[in-house]
């Protein structure tokens, strides 16, 4: 039932996170005044919500078939190409057209909408090979699983956010594009990272459940 699970999950991934959209357009005036954003960049926010929802739960979902391997050019395939138009985007309006009063934008458009072109496949493919869109038995575990786990997650989040925030309160937009561009290189490897990880995982704790201590010191290393 897994690969129902999964698409029935990215389902309410969709219908929560578009209903807050909704939600939220009357309010946009106050939102958007708050955090400084344009039209664009909020429905950017809400399309990017659910695409990278569904790269990641499909991540997760190849990784218990140990597909380390797909899981990593899958990580390669959806950071590199919005960091290199992203760069591109920024680097074509600040040093050759000589202009800069939209590099934020430029930045969160370039580095966005690629990823959200590949999350939106990725959402075909879920809902694809899942014979239950809608499963209330999912659903309720699903909510009942994470939602103790929201403000933790906003929290972290909010910190992640925190350095970015305070550039742009001191130093502006452009000096607030360009240090969140040098962070988005930085990410690669956080990218890399996190996939060898995330596919070492379910083998290591198949191991140790299995009592197969010696079997992990090698590859520990390699890893390492």
């Known amino acids: 039932e897994l690969d129902d699970y999964v698409g029935s999950v990215q389902t309410l991934i969709t219908i929560t996170t578009l209903g807050l959209f909704v939600c939220s357009i009357p309010l946009f005036g106050i939102i958007g005044g708050l955090l400084d954003m344009n039209m664009a960049m909020y429905i950017t926010m809400f399309l990017y919500f659910i695409t990278n929802a569904a790269i990641l739960n499909f991540q997760r979902r190849i990784k218990l078939d140990y597909r380390a391997k797909d899981s990593m050019i899958l990580s390669l395939l ?27 934008l430029e930045r969160i458009l370039g580095f966005y909408i690629p990823q959200i072109l590949v999350g939106g496949y990725i959402v075909y493919i879920l809902l694809k090979k899942s014979k ?74 198949e191991k140790l459940d299995s009592k197969q201590h010696k079997d992990l010191q090698k590859p520990w290393l390699g890893i390492l």
């Open 78 to 104: 959806n950071i590199l190409p919005s960091i290199m138009i992203a760069l591109a985007m920024i680097i074509l309006s600040k040093y050759v057209m000589n202009t800069g009063s939209d590099l934020l």
């Open 132 to 205: 239950s869109w809608i499963n209330k038995k999912y659903w309720s575990f699903a909510l009942k699983f994470s939602l103790p786990m929201i403000p933790s997650q906003v929290s972290v989040s909010v910190l992640n956010q925190s350095s970015l925030l305070m550039v742009e309160a001191l130093s502006g937009k452009v000096d607030a594009a360009i240090f969140s561009m040098a962070s988005t290189v930085m990410y690669i490897l956080y990218v890399i990272e996190q996939a060898i990880g995330d596919a070492w995982l379910p083998w290591l704790f």
